[in-house]
């Protein structure tokens, strides 16, 4: 699920590291003044061992086919969710700067798709909930506490997989970089992250059964009394039946014949009159005012978020026959300088 | 050899290069990380049908592999992550927008097709500019320069760590799954009832060891900050490497160099 650099509008990378940023920011103040915080060497072996241990294959039954351990979920259940995030950074930094599994650009929205979903959604409303609950609790109490790391481990990857391919849909849409619908793409991604959720959902839960069975202290609140959480088992089911909802209704804008399925979503599922209440505009396609005109004429100026020219218009460039005899003047020069250096390079060995 | 053991490999082999002596890589690691962010960020800002503006951004990375000596079939590899999700994305571009953009004779070439050229383009250059910083720089020093820019110093501490025992996992969950191999022969990954045991042992392991670390590192008066060797001053050289170089990006961005350089001939 890693973004490539080329997948993102310089802008839409920009904010997405604007949101990774913040959560990092509070989550280092966090644990500054946490007592209990675990130590720089065990997140970054924990850290080191998540990224290993995603080269692991693991074969799943009746299929050919194999599925990876899940970093967000699994080190935030081990290291607590501030931690775990941290160490999620690092090692999507280590995999776009030595293995190019993403990009520099795109780190902040790789951070976000898979780190932040993984360690705060999947930590907070899933893990936190699910044990601490009384769920289980006629099994006896290691059984039930196992019963309760499956479910969770499994829960948690699925949703905050959906959540992470969801964002990845909605960044290269607001990039402008792919034609396919809104809603063709959600549904090309959704049911795909939902199979490797689940198989990265069991793998997590197995490693995690293990170290509980072994080492119960280092899975975070397995000793958590059942019924101590402050939400009930009914909450965390209102909260995946939300999450559930809204992904739903991205796939849901597949059915529609309209083939912008943002647009759609803005103008025409709303009620007679949103657009205006709301201070949309259609002709404009966004919130006109004195700010977004000013804003509109920075952005021509810097031109760092490209004004996506449609064929035939004017500003279409690079259609021309010089621009095409330029850039092939160009490729020329390129292999002239690969030229020169091998040259250079052969007179050097002599 | 394994597939894990040849991850191993390329991270030995990226560390290597970046000990080279090149006059890219006596730079300081500050410019080359401004240049590389400002060569991303232009390179992306290209519209999807400026194909031909785009195309004088291959002279960047072209020149500093010529002047580093770095081998083009190091990067190659790296491509096979980030290459099949662009071109997978891309791939609907010719099937949606089949508006016809550039008429060649009898050839007619659509608005998907050639944003979908751009795209993979856009694709392989900034992957190649990332690939170009760390193939010339130390890790370390990458990390000294986030220091410069104050990224704050438990995530620097952190990466430094992470990225020492990356290698040494690797290589312990290398060695692991060869002799699972040798056990099990013919069959493909680790079978499912080893799933909990195969990775816990490990994790078990690491974190014995991360203690242990920990403990050592607390014996020789670590305090939860690490002080970084502080990296040499600028020079000139670097100042006008890092100006030069991103004017020259935002200008290509600005003017299309190919157009005016085919004007002059057409």
Same mark, same amino acid.
């Given at each position: 699920?890693?973004?490539?650099?080329?997948?993102?509008?310089?802008?839409?990378?920009?904010?997405?590291?604007?949101?990774?940023?913040?959560?990092?920011?509070?989550?280092?103040?966090?644990?500054?003044?946490?007592?209990?915080?675990?130590?720089?060497?065990?997140?970054?072996?924990?850290?080191?061992?998540?990224?290993?241990?995603?080269?692991?294959?693991?074969?799943?039954?009746?299929?050919?086919?194999?599925?990876?351990?899940?970093?967000?979920?699994?080190?935030?259940?081990?290291?607590?969710?501030?931690?775990?995030?941290?160490?999620?950074?690092?090692?999507?930094?280590?995999?776009?700067?030595?293995?190019?599994?993403?990009?520099?650009?795109?780190?902040?929205?790789?951070?976000?798709?898979?780190?932040?979903?993984?360690?705060?959604?999947?930590?907070?409303?899933?893990? =936190?909930?699910?044990?601490?609950?009384?769920?289980?609790?006629?099994?006896?109490?290691?059984?039930?506490?196992?019963?309760?790391?499956?479910?969770?481990?499994?829960?948690?990857?699925?949703?905050?997989?959906?959540?992470?391919?969801?964002?990845?849909?909605?960044?290269?849409?607001?990039?402008?970089?792919?034609?396919?619908?809104?809603?063709?793409?959600?549904?090309?991604?959704?049911?795909?992250?939902?199979? $490797?959720?689940?198989?990265?959902?069991?793998?997590?839960?197995?490693?995690?059964?293990?170290?509980?069975?072994?080492?119960?202290?280092?899975?975070?609140?397995?000793?958590?009394?059942?019924?101590?959480?402050?939400?009930?088992?009914?909450?965390?089911?209102?909260?995946?039946?939300?999450?559930?909802?809204?992904?739903?209704?991205?796939?849901?804008?597949?059915?529609?014949?309209?083939?912008?399925?943002?647009?759609?979503?803005?103008?025409?599922?709303?009620?007679?009159?949103?657009?205006?209440?709301?201070?949309?505009?259609?002709?404009?396609?966004?919130?006109?005012?004195?700010?977004?005109?000013?804003?509109?004429?920075?952005?021509?100026?810097?031109?760092?978020?490209?004004?996506?020219?449609?064929?035939?218009?004017?500003?279409?460039?690079?259609?021309?026959?010089?621009?095409?005899?330029?850039?092939?003047?160009?490729?020329?020069?390129?292999?002239?300088?690969?030229?020169?250096?091998?040259? =250079?390079?052969?007179?050097?060995?002599? | 050899?394994?597939?894990?053991?040849?991850?191993?490999?390329?991270?030995?082999?990226?560390?290597?290069?970046?000990?080279?002596?090149?006059?890219?890589?006596? &730079?300081?690691?500050?410019?080359?990380?401004?240049?590389?962010?400002?060569?991303?960020?232009?390179?992306?800002?290209?519209?999807?049908?400026?194909?031909?503006?785009?195309?004088?951004?291959?002279?960047?990375?072209?020149?500093?592999?010529?002047?580093?000596?770095?081998?083009?079939?190091?990067?190659?590899?790296?491509?096979?992550?980030?290459?099949?999700?662009?071109?997978?994305?891309?791939?609907?571009?010719?099937?949606?927008?089949?508006?016809?953009?550039?008429?060649?004779?009898?050839?007619?070439?659509?608005?998907?097709?050639?944003?979908?050229?751009?795209?993979? $383009?856009?694709?392989?250059?900034?992957?190649?500019?990332?690939?170009? &910083?760390?193939?010339?720089?130390?890790?370390?020093?990458?990390?000294?320069?986030?220091?410069?820019?104050?990224?704050?110093?438990?995530?620097?501490?952190?990466?430094?760590?992470?990225?020492?025992?990356?290698?040494?996992?690797?290589?312990?969950?290398?060695?692991?799954?060869?002799?699972?191999?040798?056990?099990?022969?013919?069959?493909?990954? $680790?079978?499912?009832?080893?799933?909990?045991?195969?990775?816990?042992?490990?994790?078990? =392991?690491?974190?014995?060891?991360?203690? =242990?670390?920990?403990?050592?590192?607390?014996?020789?008066?670590?305090?939860?900050?690490?002080?970084?060797?502080? &990296?040499?001053?600028?020079?000139?050289?670097?100042?006008?490497?890092?100006?030069?170089?991103?004017?020259?990006? $935002?200008?290509?961005?600005?003017?299309?160099?190919?157009?005016?350089?085919?004007?002059?001939?057409?």
């Amino acid at each position: 699920m890693h973004m490539a650099d080329a997948l993102l509008a310089p802008a839409v990378a920009a904010a997405m590291y604007v949101a990774s940023g913040t959560a990092a920011g509070t989550s280092i103040h966090t644990l500054r003044k946490d007592e209990q915080a675990p130590s720089v060497p065990t997140m970054a072996v924990t850290s080191a061992l998540v990224f290993a241990g995603q080269m692991i294959n693991f074969t799943i039954p009746g299929t050919g086919s194999s599925g990876h351990i899940c970093g967000g979920m699994l080190l935030s259940a081990l290291l607590g969710p501030q931690a775990g995030f941290l160490s999620m950074i690092v090692i999507l930094a280590i995999q776009c700067l030595f293995f190019a599994d993403g990009g520099l650009m795109a780190l902040g929205a790789n951070v976000w798709n898979m780190a932040f979903y993984g360690c705060f959604v999947g930590y907070y409303l899933i893990w =936190r909930p699910i044990m601490r609950s009384s769920m289980f609790s006629s099994k006896g109490e290691n059984a039930a506490t196992r019963a309760k790391i499956v479910l969770a481990a499994i829960l948690g990857c699925i949703i905050t997989l959906q959540l992470g391919a969801f964002s990845v849909v909605i960044e290269t849409q607001l990039s402008g970089i792919t034609e396919l619908p809104f809603g063709a793409f959600a549904a090309l991604m959704q049911p795909i992250h939902l199979a $490797i959720g689940l198989v990265e959902g069991i793998v997590t839960a197995a490693v995690l059964v293990f170290v509980y069975n072994s080492r119960p202290e280092l899975v975070r609140e397995a000793k958590a009394a059942p019924g101590s959480g402050k939400r009930s088992v009914k909450t965390v089911v209102v909260i995946i039946a939300a999450a559930a909802l809204v992904i739903g209704g991205g796939l849901s804008l597949f059915a529609s014949s309209n083939p912008d399925g943002l647009e759609w979503a803005l103008f025409g599922n709303a009620e007679e009159g949103y657009s205006e209440n709301m201070g949309l505009d259609e002709d404009d396609f966004g919130v006109s005012s004195s700010v977004a005109d000013k804003a509109g004429e920075i952005q021509e100026a810097t031109s760092f978020l490209p004004d996506y020219a449609f064929a035939g218009s004017d500003s279409a460039a690079g259609t021309s026959v010089s621009g095409i005899v330029g850039s092939a003047i160009v490729a020329g020069i390129a292999l002239a300088i690969c030229a020169a250096f091998g040259f =250079r390079k052969k007179q050097k060995k002599a | 050899m394994s597939e894990i053991s040849g991850q191993l490999t390329q991270l030995r082999q990226t560390d290597s290069l970046s000990s080279g002596n090149s006059a890219i890589h006596r &730079l300081h690691p500050l410019a080359k990380l401004v240049v590389t962010i400002v060569y991303i960020v232009c390179t992306v800002s290209f519209g999807k049908y400026e194909f031909s503006g785009l195309v004088p951004m291959v002279l960047y990375p072209v020149l500093l592999f010529q002047i580093t000596g770095i081998p083009f079939a190091a990067f190659i590899k790296k491509m096979r992550y980030v290459l099949p999700l662009v071109c997978a994305i891309g791939l609907f571009n010719p099937l949606f927008d089949k508006d016809p953009l550039i008429v060649l004779g009898g050839l007619v070439i659509s608005g998907g097709t050639v944003s979908l050229i751009t795209l993979v $383009i856009k694709g392989i250059l900034c992957l190649s500019a990332s690939f170009l &910083l760390i193939a010339t720089t130390p890790f370390d020093d990458i990390c000294r320069a986030l220091r410069i820019v104050r990224v704050p110093s438990l995530i620097v501490s952190l990466m430094m760590l992470t990225y020492r025992y990356v290698a040494v996992l690797i290589g312990e969950a290398s060695v692991m799954t060869d002799a699972y191999k040798l056990r099990a022969p013919g069959q493909k990954g $680790i079978e499912f009832k080893a799933w909990g045991a195969f990775l816990g042992q490990l994790l078990l =392991r690491s974190m014995d060891k991360a203690d =242990r670390i920990y403990g050592g590192m607390q014996l020789r008066g670590f305090d939860g900050s690490f002080s970084f060797a502080s &990296l040499r001053k600028a020079r000139l050289s670097d100042w006008l490497y890092a100006i030069i170089l991103s004017a020259v990006f $935002i200008l290509l961005l600005r003017f299309d160099l190919s157009e005016l350089i085919g004007s002059l001939f057409v």
